[in-house]
């Protein structure tokens, strides 16, 4: 079982940035692919980015596409996701989570270890 802990969420304005962090202690961190995944109340989970567990490969949800960024540290066991140009509708809880590398990106079911989620609030 790998513990994930996401930090960072917060309430920001339309148009800013948040840096969420996700970190785990487990020592085999640069063996996982690590996805981001969001639940806006009242919808389903869906999937936000990926990245593969070299970093050499990212994966990115249309409606996030060239406004958010995933990069990884495998030296500190800690994955990022970089928002920027924030909109209301990017309101939700946000979660990290790992698989194997030959885990489908986008696939949740794909992914065996979940974090607590961290909110997200953007005001318009």
């Known amino acids: 079982q790998v513990q994930l802990v996401e930090s960072g969420g917060g309430l920001v304005q339309a148009g800013g940035s948040l840096r969420l962090s996700c970190a785990t202690s487990v020592r085999t961190f640069s063996s996982y692919t690590m996805g981001w995944f969001r639940q806006a109340p009242g919808k389903e989970r869906e999937f936000v980015g990926a990245?593969?567990?070299?970093?050499?490969?990212?994966e990115y949800a249309d409606s996030v596409k060239g406004r958010f960024t995933i990069s990884r540290v495998n030296a500190e066991n800690t994955v990022y996701l970089q928002m920027n140009g924030l909109k209301p509708e990017d309101t939700a809880v946000y979660y990290c989570?790992?698989?194997?590398?030959?885990?489908?990106?986008?696939?949740?079911?794909?992914?065996?270890?979940w974090g607590q989620g961290t909110q997200v609030t953007v005001s318009s």
């Open positions: 989570a790992a698989g194997s590398q030959y885990t489908d990106f986008e696939a949740d079911h794909g992914y065996d270890n």
């Open positions: 990245i593969s567990w070299s970093g050499f490969i990212t």
